[in-house]
Structures are given as structure tokens and as C-alpha cells.
């Protein structure tokens, strides 16, 4: 079945250091991709979304290209912020329901 | 306009008893998804309402869990008898249309002692 395999954290940074967070899918058909952010003691939040193949999603300084060659989907920031500190979701639409990886808890050290 | 809300945010239950978890959408969203995290683990998809229909209830794990969406607004998930296993994180999610963004509650934490 569809699946979303993402990079074990956590993820210890320092302030203004760049940020990737592999993810990789398995998909039978076409899905979009998104990556989900939550924030200590806060719900679920789309960061970015990319609908089809080669389109770059992008907001608060993070992107990620949706490859199909690769079937990936890696999460990018060039100078992260302490405020950054979260556990990222990388996530497939598939059948009208969402499929998330296991999440990657990043730390960003002053 | 408010976001999804979820009720109560916490819950310590004993195991065996009784828990419902409540899940506001936004309003006009005819869809409506349980989702569900246990500890370091994924988040799993429990179920799928479009308006009061069980579209998906597929993840649903056995028949101790019950949704229900009367109404086609809020939606409620019941766990009974509740097991240790069943804690976790419950997300509530609502979209207009389906494969379109989903705007997640902040989840209701379930710890079954």
C-alpha cells in the first residue's frame, strides 16, 4: 500500500544552520505531498504542499520539489531559527485520506 | 472564522472505562477524519465522515472504538472499554473537498493507565 518513510530524528541543529529532512513515498498513483508542522502544544499545520510532479512547495523559508523520479519529497531551510523547533510530518493524499510518516522532531540550538 | 476543535484536550482514564472525544469542524466542511498517533509512531488515518456518512472506516483498529457524526456537524469517538494500547494522540481533521487541505485540530491526548 501507499507509505511515507521519513529520517529518524531527532534533529539537533545550531541556529542558522541548513536544514534537510529526507522523506521518500510509495505510491501507486499520483498523490500530493505535503509537509505538516506541529509546534510544542499546538495542533497539526500544513507548511507546504506540492499537487504534482516537479512543483516546489514553499513558506516560512522551507521547500521541498516533488521528484518523481526519486519519489521524494525532502524537506529544505538555508538558515533555520530556534523558533523552527517542531516535529515535522511528511504526508500523501491517497484515497481521500492522508498517509503520514513517523515524524522528525527537529531542535534548534541558539 | 475558527479552526477544528477538539475536546477536552487531555484525558487520564483507568482501564475499562469510558472515554468520548469530541471533534468541532469548520464550519460548512462536509468532511471530516479521525486520525490517530500513538507514541513515536505515525499518524495513522481511523475514519473518513462526509457529512453523516462513514465514507472510510477502514483504520478503525476493532469494535471497541464507535464515530459517530449526527447531523453532519460534530463528530464524537467513543472508546469502550478503553486498553492500554489506545493511548495516543487523537486528531480531528475537516476539509471542503476531499484530497484538498485539511485543517487538523490540536489533538486530544488519551493516556489509559
Known amino acids: 500500500g501507499d507509505s511515507v518513510t521519513q529520517m529518524e530524528g531527532p534533529v539537533t541543529l545550531s541556529e542558522e544552520a541548513f536544514l534537510t529532512i529526507n522523506c521518500t513515498y510509495t505510491a501507486t498513483g499520483y498523490p500530493s505531498l505535503f509537509w505538516y508542522v506541529q509546534y510544542p502544544g499546538e495542533g497539526l499545520q500544513l507548511l507546504l504542499k506540492a499537487t504534482k510532479a516537479d512543483d516546489k512547495g514553499s513558506n516560512k523559508g522551507f521547500e521541498a520539489t516533488y521528484r518523481k523520479e526519486t519519489t521524494s519529497f525532502h524537506l529544505e531551510k538555508g538558515s533555520v531559527q530556534v523558533s523552527d523547533s517542531a516535529v515535522y510530518f511528511c504526508?500523501?493524499?491517497?484515497?481521500?485520506?492522508?498517509?503520514f510518516g513517523k515524524g522528525t522532531r527537529l531542535h534548534i540550538l541558539p | 472564522e475558527a479552526g477544528v476543535t477538539q475536546f477536552p484536550s487531555h484525558s487520564v482514564i483507568e482501564k475499562g472505562q469510558t472515554v468520548t472525544l469530541r471533534c468541532d469542524p469548520i464550519s460548512g466542511h462536509d468532511n471530516l477524519y479521525w486520525y490517530r498517533r500513538v507514541m513515536g509512531k505515525e499518524i495513522k488515518f481511523l475514519l473518513h465522515f462526509v457529512k453523516e456518512s462513514k465514507q472510510d472506516e477502514s483504520g478503525m483498529p476493532n469494535n471497541r472504538f464507535l464515530a459517530e457524526r449526527t447531523g453532519g456537524t460534530y463528530s464524537t469517538l467513543k472508546v469502550q472499554p478503553a486498553e492500554l494500547e489506545d493511548s495516543g494522540v487523537y486528531f480531528c481533521?475537516?476539509?471542503?473537498?476531499?484530497?484538498?487541505?485539511?485543517?487538523f485540530g490540536q489533538g486530544t491526548r488519551l493516556t489509559v493507565v
Open positions: 504526508a500523501l493524499s491517497a484515497d481521500d485520506k492522508i498517509i
Open positions: 481533521a475537516s476539509s471542503p473537498i476531499p484530497d484538498v487541505q485539511a485543517f
